[in-house]
T-cell receptor, first 110, second 114 residues
Framework: DAKTTQPPSMDCAEGRAANLPCNHSTISGNEYVYWYRQIHSQGPQYIIHGLKNNETNEMASLIITEDRKSSTLILPHATLRDTAVYYCIVRSSNTGKLIFGQGTTLQVKP | DTAVSQTPKYLVTQMGNDKSIKCEQNLGHDTMYWYKQDSKKFLKIMFSYNNKELIINETVPNRFSPKSPDKAHLNLHINSLELGDSAVYFC?????????????FGPGTRLTVL
């Protein structure tokens, strides 16, 4: 299963864009990149996923490099409610298991 | 309408007891999961069921037994509880098999074993 590397923590000013990086250099060609977040004391929440192309939804944008070895999750206008642990996950193509790492703790500050 | 619900939210019990946590999803999904999040906040999959059949069974003590009475429910029974079982347990569901779809998580059950 491909491993991901994320910075342990990041700060972002309220209203600014939050850019959360993730390295996944061992990703296989058919493995998707998923992003989830976990707000304190809640269950993980799905944000977005992608394979090769950049993706955007109502929550965020996902930028995947051409070689697929890294990606960036972008929250365009961070709010205080976006403070959470953000997990970048490469979903196993064999089992589909989500293997959660330590994630990035994003602190949005006023 | 809660998509994935779990009961109870909190469970405090003594070592050696047997307890159950219930999970229900109203999303019409085929696959359900149990995850454990320990004190260090690592989230690890325990089990996965697809249409009432076990498809993922990680290295979990056999004191833990999932039971799926129907597609919408996946309950977790734990026998002879130990201190190390204290954790937050999350149920999740997804539409198709585990290799193809997005998982939606419940709010979690915080289990404390004294």
């Amino acid at each position: 299963d491909a491993k991901t590397t994320q910075p342990p923590s990041m700060d972002c000013a309220e209203g600014r864009a939050a850019n959360l990086p993730c390295n996944h250099s061992t990703i296989s060609g058919n493995e998707y990149v998923y992003w989830y977040r976990q707000i304190h004391s809640q269950g993980p929440q799905y944000i977005i996923h992608g394979l090769k192309n950049n993706e955007t939804n109502e929550m965020a944008s996902l930028i995947i490099t051409e070689d697929r070895k890294s990606s960036t999750l972008i929250l365009p206008h961070a709010t205080l409610r976006d403070t959470a642990v953000y997990y970048c996950i490469v979903r196993s193509s064999n089992t589909g298991k989500l293997i959660f790492g330590q994630g990035t703790t994003l602190q949005v500050k006023p | 309408d809660t998509a994935v619900s779990q009961t109870p939210k909190y469970l405090v019990t003594q070592m050696g007891n047997d307890k159950s946590i219930k999970c229900e999803q109203n999303l019409g999904h085929d696959t359900m999961y149990w995850y454990k999040q320990d004190s260090k906040k690592f989230l690890k999959i325990m089990f996965s069921y697809n249409n009432k059949e076990l498809i993922i069974n990680e290295t979990v003590p056999n004191r833990f037994s999932p039971k799926s009475p129907d597609k919408a429910h996946l309950n977790l029974h734990i026998n002879s509880l130990e201190l190390g079982d204290s954790a937050v347990y999350f149920c999740a569901s997804s539409q198709a098999g585990p290799s193809t779809d997005t998982q939606y998580f419940g709010p979690g059950t915080r289990l404390t074993v004294l």
